[in-house]
């Protein structure tokens, strides 16, 4: 076992106690490199988005519009459907509030509050499973975790990686085919629970955002604020959330912080929902951001935490 703490692996659950009654279950996944938000969900609505990005901007014509303003990249077609169904959530301009440029750093620095794992799995004991998984690494740990939860093995946390993030060249060969893989992957783990995915959230998050300004080498260097994907049930989705900075300076200001959004995804008693003193201010010119909209659906008594 890593220095990743034992608390995220699947197998934990099913260690302590045998088949349980269901449970709710957090499943985080880790996108390791430093994913690119700017081309994962594009503010082509933002005029400057192409005139920064002359070489690596994803085409207004091939984007999977959601909102009039962003849109998601064509190779995360598979994601499309759950937003517009309302299962997916988007948080925009979201990450750690600290501004770290260092992988290493970084990871430590959001692995300390998650707690995420490094358990190498397979699915092989676990085949014949309902979803069309890609055959990688990231996919048979979701295999794996929907297994476990469909059994009813007691886990209330189990994460995944999926590495290929860090696209200091040639972006725009790279990043279909990650985006591919992290698309299939989802949705195959969401088909495959079928029902108990109404008892499952995922969370999506990297360690930082790129610059918002291409490189030389067609690709962008190490950023800040980035994007975080949230499925589940009980979230209400259908909609990209996150105060919108705009694309100013050199890379996309954080304002949503991602603990924030997880401390209304992970369930009691691990929760820590900050006080209202720390909560972030509606401002009437801009969209509220993901805090601000689950705090309204909170105190109007919607269900959205786990």
């Not at 709710?24 to 969900?41: A, H």
């Not at 849109?71 to 299962?87: A, N, T, W």
């Not at 979803?131 to 995944?160: H, W």
Request: neutral net charge; glycine residues 12%.
């Amino acid at each position: 076992m890593t220095r990743r703490a034992l608390l995220g692996s699947p197998v934990v659950g099913a260690a302590f106690g045998g088949p349980r009654q269901p449970r709710k279950t957090l499943v985080p996944i880790f996108q390791r490199g430093g994913s690119d938000g700017l081309n994962i969900v594009i503010p082509h609505g933002e005029k400057r988005y192409y005139e920064l990005r002359p070489n690596i901007a994803i085409r207004r014509k091939d984007v999977l519009d959601l909102d009039g303003f962003f849109g998601l990249h064509p190779s995360l077609k598979p994601l499309k459907r759950f937003y517009d169904s309302g299962q997916l959530a988007i948080v925009h301009a979201a990450g750690s509030r600290a501004q770290m440029r260092s992988h290493i750093d970084a990871q430590d620095y959001v692995e300390a509050g998650l707690r995420t794992a490094d358990h190498e799995t397979s699915c092989a004991p676990f085949a014949g499973g309902a979803g069309d998984y890609p055959d990688t690494r990231f996919g048979n740990r979701l295999c794996q975790i929907a297994r476990l939860i469909k059994e009813d093995s007691g886990v209330e946390m189990a994460s995944a990686d999926i590495g290929g993030w860090d696209h200091h060249a040639g972006e725009s060969r790279v990043l279909p085919y990650v985006a591919a893989e992290f698309a299939k992957g989802l949705a195959a783990f969401w088909n495959d629970l079928g029902e108990r995915a109404a008892d499952v959230t995922i969370v999506t998050m990297s360690e930082f955002g790129r610059a918002i300004r291409e490189n030389t080498a067609g690709g962008t260097e190490h950023g800040w604020g980035g994007v975080m994907f949230v499925m589940g049930g009980a979230i209400p989705g259908g909609k990209v959330y996150g105060r919108w900075p705009g694309l100013e300076g050199d890379v996309l200001r954080v304002t949503t912080d991602f603990r924030d959004v997880f401390d209304w995804c992970v369930p009691s008693p691990f929760s820590a929902r900050p006080s209202r003193g720390r909560r972030q201010a509606a401002r009437s010119d801009r969209p509220p951001s993901a805090h601000e909209v689950l705090e309204t659906a909170a105190d109007s008594n919607v269900a959205i935490s786990l």
